[in-house]
């Protein structure tokens, strides 16, 4: 039983709600990697970056770009990279984004360059939320990031807090390296006065095709389980991580799910994994990307030559994201695809299928194909 129904009949009621969702989807929220340039070398990162891009957007453009977005429907960002410090217009931008173009706007940074007059500009410039990724404690952190740069970024966090910036999130990237000090880093961000932000390592940019640091499915589980009760001692907005799988022991969750009533976006219903539903990635050349990941392969239009609305309702690719029906292996028969989805970024890194089962799931579908 799923909060007192039989499978069948929660995946029925999901279903309903997911596909009168899914008819006027809306490009809410993006991440814009509005420069691929960095001047750190992780050997994590994500999105592989080092070198800016030979067609990177001009202030113009980017301006041009934000009046696109909003024009869609778009009311969040957030301006990461490569490191998006490094833009000499990225106080610009952001002051364009939230004062002329009304958005909620973040950043997500290595936090080398926030000293407390960058982050007072920030403040100024309308900033409304600021990321910092910390991965681990000093020595794992700067194994990753660099000697000296842990200090730094505790540093930078200290100076957002104090400049009473509203959401201030310590983002760490979770792997074998950093997993047994999950407990310490909550305990550090809390004290700072800080949120707190766990994502899973997945083999993607410079990590691509190495698996050796990643989560076993036992750890993404025991992981998922502690962060649910350290949300229940601060807050789940002050304890935020990938929370897909752990629906299915989520009984608030499962019960706004099963209302055929409760029916809006990705903040009031469960859907699990929102990319090209209510989310999408803009590259530093002005791409639109699908799928949570930045890569080529998952382009689906060009905000120079397009309108976002167009690429948004046209995209073969974004339809299929779309369509829960089109799953593959363990998550084309889970009662729980309509709420939850898998991770469709870790389906595409580890198997090349974006439709794939999603191979770090640890739950066990009660339903069987028929």
């Not at 929220?29 to 691929?36: A, D, G, K, N, P």
């Not at 004290?191 to 899973?200: E, K, Y």
């Not at 789940?236 to 969750?253: K, L, M, P, T, V």
């Not at 593959?328 to 870790?346: A, D, F, N, Q, S």
Request: hydrophobic content about 40%.
């Amino acid at each position: 039983m799923i909060h007192g129904l039989s499978p069948q009949e929660f995946l029925k009621i999901t279903r309903d709600k997911f596909l009168k969702m899914v008819k006027e989807p809306k490009p809410l929220t993006c991440w814009y990697s509005i420069t691929e340039e960095c001047d750190l070398r992780c050997k994590f990162c994500f999105a592989n970056s080092g070198e800016p891009l030979e067609d990177e957007l001009t202030t113009e453009e980017i301006y041009a770009l934000l009046d696109n977005i909003t024009e869609a429907g778009t009311y969040a960002i957030v301006f990461g990279g490569g490191e998006p410090t490094l833009r000499k217009d990225l106080l610009d931008v952001i002051r364009y984004a939230a004062f002329d173009k009304n958005m909620f706007v973040a950043l997500n940074t290595h936090g080398q360059a926030l000293d407390k007059s960058y982050v007072k500009k920030l403040v100024d410039a309308g900033i409304s939320q600021v990321k910092i990724s910390i991965d681990g404690l000093r020595e794992r952190h700067d194994w990753n990031r660099g000697v000296g740069t842990f200090d730094k970024c505790i540093q930078a966090l200290k100076n957002c807090v104090e400049a009473h910036i509203s959401s201030v999130i310590w983002i760490a990237t979770i792997s074998q390296m950093n997993y047994k000090e999950i407990p310490q880093m909550i305990k550090m961000a809390i004290d700072l006065g800080a949120d707190i932000c766990m994502v899973q390592l997945f083999p993607g940019g410079k990590w691509a095709g190495k698996e050796d640091l990643m989560l076993t499915k036992d750890q993404v589980k025991d992981w998922q389980l502690y962060m649910v009760e350290q949300q229940k001692v601060y807050g789940w907005r002050r304890i935020q991580f990938e929370d897909r799988y752990q629906i299915c022991g989520d009984e608030c969750a499962l019960k706004v799910a099963s209302n055929p009533l409760a029916i809006g976006d990705f903040m009031d219903t469960p859907v699990g994994c929102i990319s090209g539903i209510w989310q999408y990635i803009i590259n530093a050349s002005g791409k639109v990307v699908i799928g949570d990941i930045v890569t080529p392969e998952l382009e689906i239009g060009d905000l120079r030559k397009q309108k976002l609305l167009d690429i948004w309702h046209n995209s073969p690719l974004a339809k299929c994201l779309r369509d829960r029906d089109k799953l593959k292996g363990k998550c084309g028969i889970c009662e729980l695809r309509y709420v939850c989805g898998g991770c469709r970024r870790m389906a595409f890194s580890m198997t090349g299928d974006i439709m794939a089962a999603d191979p770090k799931c640890w739950y066990k579908p009660k339903l069987i194909k028929s």
